[in-house]
C-alpha cells in the first residue's frame, strides 16, 4: 500500500509530500524525502521493550515496572530535570509542561542549544520572519549564513529557495540569487553566486560592517573585516538593496559561536535595516521537526520557550541558569527525565559526567549514547511512523503528522499521561 | 599544534543519528577535517590517527584531508566525540561553546574508540544487546 502526502519527521523542513510504501505494517520504500528523511522512515534496530540497569548489564522489565520506576525517581527528586522533547508531537509536550509543573522541576528543551540564542534576540528586538511559501513565490535574494541546508535540511533548496519554482518570479533558477556565508566552504557554499568565507567568530563584525554600508557609512569600513574584503562586502550589501525580496536564513554557525545572541541580534537589526530599502526578512534554520513544537507548547502554557523551572511553584525562566546544560554542569539536578532526545551524544563532557552520577528514565524508541546512562529507558513508537500528532515547521505552521504503521508501541504521549496520573494520585494524597 | 576546532552537522551524522551505535555513526563523528598545509606540519597522512586536547579532556580523531577548511581550523561533525573536549560553560545564554574551540592537537598512535567506550570513561553503562 502506498500511502500519499506523509509528513517527514525528521527536521524542521516538516516536508509534506513524501510517499511511503507499507507492506505487513513495515515501511519498505520511500519516495520524495531526502536521505535523512528517508533513513529515519526505514529506521530499525528499535529497542524491544524496556530496560533496566542490573549493575554492569541489562535486563528486560515491564512497561508497568518501568513506567513505576520513572514515577518514583520523579517523585523522589529534589530538583529533576525533564529534558528533550523536540523529537515528540506537541500533544506529548504538553503533558511534560504539566508534569514538570506537579513535581516542580526545571523543563528544558533541545532548544537551549541549537536556537536558544536566536530566541534571546528575538526577544529583544523581534522577529521580522514569514512563512517558507511566502520565500519560494517572492524571494529573489537568499542569504544562508552559518548553515548548510544541504547536509542539514537537504529540501529546503529544493522546496523553497534555490531549485524552487516561485509564482512571482519568472525564471526562478536564474532571477534568484544565494549567497553563502559561512567559515568554512560547505556544500551549499559550492551551489551558491556569492560565497563569503569568514574567519571563524567574525560574524559579529561582519555584520556589523554591513550593517554600517546599509547605512551608508562607507568610509568607515576597513579593507578587510574578519577576513572578508571591504569590495565584496559593499557588493553583498548592494545586492541586498536591490533585491525585491530578500530572505535572510541562519544556523548554529552564529548560535553557537562567541557572541551568541547578539550575533543574532545584530543580524536581525541589519534585516530591520535592510527595510528601508527593501522588504527583507530574517527566519532561523530549525533543526529537528519539531522544535519549534516545544517553543509553541511551552509558550503557550508557561509564557517562556525553553528554560523553565518551577521550582518556586511558579514559571520562571532565566537563561543560563535554568537551561539543561547549566543545571547538569552545576550537577544541581538529582534525577532526569529524558525524552526523545540523546544528550550524551550532545552535550558537553562535564554535563554528562553528573548524567552518570543521578537516576536516569530516558522514553525514547531507539538505544542511543544516553541509554548508557539510563535506569530505564521505555522504548516508544516514532511519531510520523507508527504514532500521529502535531508538529511545528520551522517558520511555525503547524501540520499534523501521520502515522502510517501500527507496530503496537504505545506513544510518547500515552507513556508519559500514564505517569502524570500517577503522580497526580499521589501528590493529591 | 594550537587549532581552532568548529562542529557542525553533516549529512551522514544526520543520516545515523539514529543508529548512534553503528559503526558508520562512530566513522563520522570522529573525523576531523584538516587543511593539507596543516597535516604535512603535523606531519600525517589522510586516515591517520591524532590526538585532539579541548578544555575538558582529550580525544582521538581520525584525520581527513579538506580543502572546505582554512589552515588553522578544524572540523568536526557534531557528536560524542566533539563533545568528549567540550566544556559545560555557557556565558550565561543556556548554550555552550559548541565552535570555535582552541584546541591541542597532535600525531598519535592510540586507537580511536567506540562511542560506548567513550561512554564508559565518562561513567555509563553499554548496552551491546
Ligand atoms: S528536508 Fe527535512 S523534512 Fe524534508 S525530507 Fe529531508 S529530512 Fe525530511
Sequence with gaps: MIVKDVVCPFCGCLCDDVEVTVEDDRVVAVDNACTLGTSKFLGDHRLPGPIRRDGNGWKDISYDEAIRYAVDMLLDAERPLLYGWSSTHGEAQCVGVHMAELVRGVIDNTTSVCHGPSILAIQEVGHPGCTLGVVKNRADLIIYWGCNPIDAHPRHLSRYTRYADGFFLENAFRDRTVIVVDVRKTETANIADEFVQIRPGGDYAVLSALRAIVRGKTDTIPRSVSGVPREQLLRIARRCKEAKFGAFYFGQGITMTRGKYKNVRNAIELVDELNRHTKFTISAMRGHYNVYGSNEVNTWMTGYPFGIDFARGIAFYNPGETTAIDVLARRECDACLIVASDPAAHFPRPCVEHLAEIPVVQIDPYANATTAFCNVQIPVAVTGIDAAGTAYRMDGVPLRIRKVIESGYPSDEEILSRMYAMIQEVRSE | ?129
Excluded: W
Design chain 2, 1 to 129: 599544534m594550537k587549532f581552532l576546532m568548529i562542529t557542525g552537522r553533516t549529512v551522514n551524522q544526520g543520516a545515523y543519528v539514529e543508529r548512534k551505535l553503528s559503526a558508520q555513526y562512530a566513522d563520522e563523528t570522529s573525523t576531523c577535517f584538516m587543511h593539507q598545509f596543516d597535516m604535512m606540519d603535523l606531519g600525517i597522512t589522510d586516515r591517520e590517527r591524532v590526538q585532539v586536547t579541548g578544555p575538558c579532556g582529550t580525544v582521538v580523531l581520525v584525520i581527513a584531508a579538506s580543502e572546505d577548511v582554512n589552515p588553522g581550523t578544524v572540523f568536526v561533525p557534531y557528536g560524542p566525540y566533539a563533545n568528549h573536549i567540550i566544556g559545560g560553560h555557557t556565558h550565561s545564554t543556556g548554550m555552550p561553546d559548541f565552535k570555535s574551540i582552541e584546541v591541542e592537537i597532535e600525531a598519535t598512535t592510540e586507537q580511536r574508540k567506540g562511542v560506548y567506550e567513550l561512554m564508559e570513561e565518562l561513567g555509563g553503562v553499554a548496552y551491546d544487546r
